[in-house]
């Protein structure tokens, strides 16, 4: 399986409650940050709800960032 890389890019301020907790619960906790998870249906489904706050990117296996 590959990996996602989803950025918290806009705020959940003034949206409903649900979207909030979908961002939490995939590790987003501040803005601009970043989290790779593994790419599941679970987490696919999840970003469907709160596309329009997160970018997200798709990882080939093996491929680190390095910084």
């Known amino acids: 399986m590959g990996t996602l890389r989803i950025t918290y890019r806009h705020s959940t301020i003034g949206h409903p409650k ?3 907790l979908t961002v939490r ?3 987003l906790r501040k803005l601009h940050q970043t989290v790779e998870l593994t790419d ?3 987490v696919r489904g999840m970003l469907k709800g709160i596309m329009h706050h997160v ?3 798709e ?3 093996g491929a680190k960032e390095t910084e």
Request: charged fraction near 35%.
């Open 40 to 42: 599941r249906p679970e």
């Open 59 to 61: 990882v080939a296996d």
């Open 25 to 27: 619960s995939l590790g």
């Open 18 to 20: 649900g979207q909030k």
């Open 55 to 57: 970018t997200v990117e």
